[in-house]
């Protein structure tokens, strides 16, 4: 670096322009030297020269940070301006060169060299009032070193370092930019300089106070961006002082008084609603879970600005912490410290480092953490990530090999070493995250494979004697593939440094068995997970000479042992936490998410031996897996920060002070707040302690009582005055509304005094429509239906009106985004409703012009493709799902309230052509519709009479929270109608139409073409944008029973109803909440006859008595007769115990059940000698059938359906082909044709994908 004499001018210039064959610092002085005649060379100091980042330029320019001894003519001349142009002469006469002392958008401080070597930027981002390159500059004199210019780039030798420019001048601004504007600017820049090209190196900012919030805004507004080059550059960032939850802006204030820029320093104060939504945003953003923040905080207080009289400010204020160690690090201090640190510097001071500063070491310590995780991804290498270990790596001696070959060679010594010194780091890490003790790690490292199958036996002998018995089998697969794992890696010596490798997975599973042996819930969880892992590791016989030959396959097999180990050591810890029976349900969720993990990740690898995959090829599956494993630590803190973070909100106390401040900033609008109450002379008198009779005083009022939105709309009334004069005028004392009628009042009169006769009974007849809809209306819909030509049978859009609705209603109606018309208020609707629209005349419009819509041609199931199409992009269909919806809303409205025999004759003409055109000959006939009937008795002469009465109640019941969405028993063909339109418009999406055709259809239709399809849903009419969301929603309607368990597709499609949910759970997940316990004692309640008509007699008949009835409801009189004469008595008395009983089939069931011969046992042999079964007996077959349905008795079942699977019976034989060979096979069969296909049962004993 140069050293500039005393003399120095201390101004840091830019100079940019620089023609691209300038390739050293000397060029520079050279080129400067020949423009400028007044300055030598020695006195022009050049501290960085990089090339620009303008893509447009060809080749780029370049652009330098200098300094001169003294200041060249040409900037004496205009000391006052921030840049100068320096014209061309010989040399490169046709650039001219630019000096600027504003450092305005992006600057390259560096090239790296070569250009390969360039894999990241760095971009610093200063912050309020602070000058893009001088806020970066140690404090004082000396302006030769900026630590991001001069160390940055020697200690981050692949990094591009950029500072960013942008205006916040406080003092004599006027500017009214807000913080969105200086993201946007930011964006602009970042999708200008190479982010739309993807030119853009993955990138690390640092950011200074207001800096960081643009930054945060910025990636906001980018991670709405679709493409993926938006969501990849962005590595991490380093936030200095960024006031994330507002900042003391006092001081602030008295330099921006009455300035344009006085709403950005409002944004920036705490409780500012700005700073609470961009929080929010910035934690949901796509960036977050790609990227790494730590925050550094202020502990010096720092001097605060005041104004002198003349108006130029001052830093004389009381000193102050600008921005608390609470706002600068989002409340991290308090929960993950170690993403924070503190700067002992003022606010300013802490991002201006000089040379040598221990502040600096920190901050690149950082940006290596930010920026090496991304090397590591990308080159292959380890990843550490935060509390895990470290990775497992191919050692250097497979450097040698040729890509793409298989590895000859023993595995070296040395490497050898190296896995060693690997698997005992792993073990470390396993006793850190089991957290087991010395005693219980010395007990684990002794146990064998024989001592954990003891452990199995023991438990299914205590299960048996229980009568609770549970598939141990699941530890089948683990099993025997750890044991031929244990044997085929001790032949290879892979584990002949550690030799107690094997003994911590099998004293693993002793240890998780003996903990969860008295809980089932537990053991049932524990056993499908160690089955699903099981089936996951490789078989390796056959395999031994090419392990014996390649390091890499060795590898690994190491790596699988790395992963068995670590899901013990997971499932260990959860067993081991306090209380863990009680948390098991809610820990087992996160703990299934884990094992998905560790399943893929065996199969992955599982996957490489079977493939015998080359070195290159398991490279790139190492380099997934570690982005994978990456990506899901990376959730797993992010769920566990969410988690955390509600809790300490649950816990944490009302925060007084920030309401406190909200308050005291609400006040500081009005002159005197409260005067009025301290001036009050019944208040007076109750404060003087002379006069007081009682203690306590009582206000009451009404809060607001209206006035808000009395304010609001009189303030738009006033401002949609015309001129000064009319606004004067309407101020009058004399002309002010008293209340909100007088306003509603106002407002009307404005919007009719220039509107014909003919206009204003238009807009009462839309203002009518607005007030009666029954949801609120699109203004697109209000379009369709103004445009509706019921005499030529077409919709019209030479009809519409060309004025918006704020300009036909002005303040009494508001837009909204989605093009939703609303009253402005409530008290809107009642005031039209009563002075200006006739709410009964308006619901027989609305429903004549409904049903008239409905009856056109173009409105018909049958109707082909092309002409909807057609019909679609003219706007025909814009009313379609209002009318469809609400047509007998409005119709139930009116038809009962109609008083003229003209207007009931025309809508009963108009309802009998809609019925007809839509009448649908299956539907199923509604009953009990009286009050239906009764309320269109005024139509009970048309022949349509009884059509009508059903069409109205069917689209009643669908309107209404019972309605089960569209089906053939509908009286109307309504929903096929919708079905075939909605289906069309969603193709035409599909087909890529042109961009002139989707802007119609969006214009008529919105933009979220995918909806439900019940009317009584809000996303009938609302819809999503996508189909994927559509479909998930209607799940939600049909299939409103939901698993339960993390990661099943059934947790987002579910199941139709309780019963399905429940078969399912069971199935799948070997939860049984369907367990039938078979209890001897207390056997099933018995299901009472069914009750048959007879075809020849046509009779009901009595179970009891010989009676007969040819009513049902006659029978069940008569039962209760029966029920009536045995009350209190119980004639049939069982033989054998005399026990009594009302029924004597009941007597007769008992005395079998309990103490007849019981022939029907669970029990039977397998080939190997083994008994299968519980020994369970029953009396009746039916009994033994139902043990077998339910989960106990699948359990029983399941070694003998494994077996004769294995023989090769397939899914689809009967199930009595199974019991062939049994010695109790008679018993048996008799209960087999009550039970399911033997593929069914394969399913539910969970084995149709495990053999």
């Not at 003519?73 to 046709?94: C, F, H, R």
């Not at 005693?439 to 609770?468: G, H, P, Y």
């Not at 009666?772 to 009106?801: F, H, M, N, T």
């Not at 009116?894 to 025999?901: G, P, T």
């Amino acid at each position: 670096m140069e050293k500039v004499p005393d003399k120095s001018s201390k101004l840091v210039f830019r100079l940019s322009g620089l023609p691209n064959a300038v390739e050293t610092t000397e060029d520079v002085k050279s080129l400067v030297n020949e423009r400028l005649d007044d300055i030598p060379v020695r006195s022009i100091h050049v501290y960085s020269l990089a090339t620009t980042l303008n893509l447009w330029e060809n080749p780029p320019s370049k652009v330098a940070t200098i300094m001169f001894d003294t200041l060249p003519s040409l900037i004496l001349e205009s000391p006052d301006d921030d840049y100068w142009t320096i014209p061309g002469k010989s040399v490169y006469a046709d650039s001219r060169l630019i000096l600027d002392t504003n450092f305005l958008g992006m600057t390259p401080l560096n090239d790296v060299q070569p250009p390969s070597c360039h894999l990241y930027d760095c971009i610093a981002i200063s912050g309020l009032a602070s000058h893009p390159f001088g806020s970066w500059q140690p404090k004082g004199g000396d302006k030769t070193f900026m630590w991001i210019r001069d160390c940055l780039p020697k200690d981050l030798p692949d990094t591009r370092a950029i500072i960013y420019g942008f205006n916040t001048k406080l003092v004599e601004s006027r500017s009214f930019q807000f913080i969105s504007d200086l993201a946007n600017e930011l964006v602009s820049h970042l999708k200008t300089y190479g982010g739309a090209q993807g030119r853009i190196k993955p990138t690390a900012f640092l950011a200074h106070s207001l800096g960081g919030l643009v930054l945060k805004q910025a990636l906001v507004q980018l991670g709405q961006d679709s493409r993926e080059a938006y969501k990849n550059f962005l590595r991490g960032v380093v936030f200095f002082g960024v006031p994330n939850l507002g900042m003391n802006q006092e001081h602030f204030r008295a330099i921006v008084q009455n300035n344009a820029n006085e709403a950005l320093v409002d944004d920036i104060t705490r409780g500012s609603s700005f700073l609470d939504r961009l929080d929010k945003e910035f934690r949901d953003s796509p960036f977050k879970g790609h990227m790494q923040c730590i925050w550094a905080y202020e502990t010096s207080e720092s001097p605060t600005v005041t104004m002198t009289r003349d108006g130029n400010p001052r830093r004389d204020g009381p000193p102050a912490i600008l921005v608390d160690r609470s706002s600068a690090t989002c409340r991290l201090f308090e929960t993950n410290r170690a993403a924070t640190f503190p700067i002992n510097e003022t606010h300013s001071d802490m991002v201006k480092f000089r040379q040598g500063s221990h502040y600096y070491g920190i901050v690149i310590s950082k940006l290596l953490s930010i920026l090496s995780l991304r090397r590591q991804v990308e080159h292959g290498n380890n990843i550490s990530l935060q509390g895990s270990d470290e990775r497992l790596t191919i050692s250097d001696d497979f450097d040698q090999v040729t890509a793409g070959r298989s590895l000859p060679g023993a595995l070296p010594t040395s490497a050898q070493q190296r896995m060693s010194r690997k698997l005992l780091t792993d073990f470390e890490v396993f006793r850190r995250e089991s957290t087991l003790t010395a005693t219980e790690e010395k007990a684990l490292k002794s146990t064998t494979v024989d001592d954990t199958r003891q452990v199995i036996r023991s438990l299914e002998t205590a299960q048996e004697e229980s009568n609770n018995l549970m598939y141990m089998g699941r530890l089948q697969p683990i099993l025997v593939s750890m044991q031929q794992f244990g044997e085929f890696t001790k032949s290879l010596e892979i584990f002949n440094h550690v030799s107690h490798a094997m003994a911590y997975v099998w004293g693993s599973m002793k240890y998780v068995l003996q903990m969860i042996s008295d809980f089932p819930e537990a053991l049932n969880s524990v056993l499908d997970a160690y089955q699903r892992v099981g089936e996951q590791i490789p078989r390796l016989q056959g395999l031994e000479r090419l392990f014996a030959s390649s390091p890499l396959y060795q590898e690994i097999l190491i790596l699988i042992y790395k992963d068995i180990l670590m899901f013990h050591g997971t499932l260990i810890r959860l067993l081991k936490q306090r209380q863990w029976k009680r948390l098991f349900k809610a820990s087992w969720r996160d703990f299934t998410a884990k094992v998905e993990h560790i399943e893929g990740s065996i199969a992955r690898k599982s996957r490489s031996i079977e493939n015998q995959v080359s070195i290159t090829e398991f490279e790139e599956i190492r380099k997934s897996q570690s982005i994978e494993d990456l990506e899901f630590s990376k959730l797993k803190d992010k769920q566990d920060t969410k988690r955390r973070a509600m809790i300490r909100q649950w816990l944490s106390p009302f925060d007084c002070e920030s309401e406190q401040v909200r308050f005291r900033n609400a006040r500081s609008i009005c002159e005197d707040p409260g005067r009025w109450l301290l001036n009050d002379s019944r208040y007076l008198k109750w404060l003087n302690p002379e006069h007081c009779e009682t203690p306590a005083i009582w206000l009451s009022g009404i809060p607001g009582a209206g006035m808000f939105i009395f304010a609001e709309l009189f303030a738009k009334y006033l401002e949609d005055q015309i001129s000064q004069a009319a606004l004067i005028e309407e101020l009058k004392p004399e002309k002010l509304p008293v209340n909100l009628d007088h306003v509603y009042g106002r407002i009307l009169d404005r919007i009719l005094e220039s509107r014909g006769p003919h206009m204003v009974k238009h807009l009462r007849h839309i203002l009518g429509w607005i007030v009666c809809a029954r949801r609120p209306l699109r203004w697109r819909e209000i379009q369709g239906a103004i445009s509706l030509d019921l005499e030529s049978q077409r919709v019209d859009y030479d009809k519409e009106i060309a004025e918006s609705p704020k300009g036909l209603f002005a303040s009494i109606v508001k837009i909204h985004a989605d093009d939703t018309v609303e009253l402005v208020h409530g008290t809107a609707r009642e005031y039209l409703s009563q002075h200006f629209v006739d709410l009964h005349e308006a619901n027989y419009s609305m429903a004549m012009l409904s049903l008239g819509y409905l009856t056109l041609p173009q409105v018909n199931r049958e109707r082909n493709e092309i002409d909807i199409r057609s019909d679609l992009l003219s706007g025909t269909h814009s009313f379609y799902e209002y009318a469809s919806a609400c047509w007998v809303l409005h119709l139930e409205e009116c038809v009962s309230k109609l008083k003229e025999e003209d207007a009931l004759i025309q809508l009963q003409k108009t309802l009998e052509m809609f019925v007809e055109c839509h009448w649908s000959a299956d539907h199923k006939q509604l009953l009990n519709i009286e009050r239906i009937k009764k309320k269109f008795s005024a139509m009970q002469k048309s022949n349509l009479y009884g059509k009508i009465t059903q069409a109205v109640a069917s689209a009643k019941k669908q309107s209404g929270m019972d309605g089960s969405g569209p089906n053939k028993d509908e009286a109307l063909d309504l929903w096929r109608v919708t079905e075939k339109f909605r289906k069309t418009l969603e193709n035409m999406r599909a087909s890529s139409i042109s961009e002139a055709d989707m802007t119609q259809l969006e214009r008529f239709y919105g933009k979220n073409w995918f909806k439900c399809p019940r009317i009584n849903c809000y996303h009938y009419h609302q819809g999503f944008k996508t189909a994927k969301k559509r479909n998930r929603h209607v799940n939600r309607h049909e299939h409103p029973f939901l698993c339960m368990v993390s990661g099943c597709h059934k947790e987002v499609f579910g199941c139709v109803t309780e019963r399905d949910l429940k078969k399912h759970i069971l199935e799948n997940h070997g939860i049984d909440e369907l367990d039938d316990v078979d209890d001897t004692d207390f056997p099933d309640p018995t299901k009472e006859n069914a009750i048959k008509r007879s075809a020849n007699q046509g009779s009901f008949k009595c179970s009891m008595c010989s009676q007969t009835y040819t009513r049902h409801h006659n029978l069940k009189a008569h039962l209760r007769s029966h029920e009536e004469s045995n009350k209190g008595s119980k004639p049939f008395n069982c033989s054998v115990c005399e026990k009594q009983f009302v029924r004597k089939a009941d007597c007769n069931r008992h005395e079998k059940d309990q103490h007849g011969e019981k022939i029907f046992v669970c029990t039977g042999e397998l080939k190997d000698g083994s008994k299968w079964g519980c020994n369970a007996s029953f009396g009746r077959a039916d009994s033994l059938s139902k043990h077998f349905r339910n989960s106990k008795g699948q359990a029983c079942l399941r070694p003998l359906v494994m077996e004769k699977s294995l023989e090769g019976v397939g899914s689809e034989a009967e199930i009595d082909s199974i019991f062939t060979g049994q010695v109790n096979k008679g018993a048996l069969l008799s209960a087999y044709k009550s039970l399911p296909s033997f593929g069914e049962f394969l399913k539910l004993c969970g084995l149709e994908n495990s053999l």
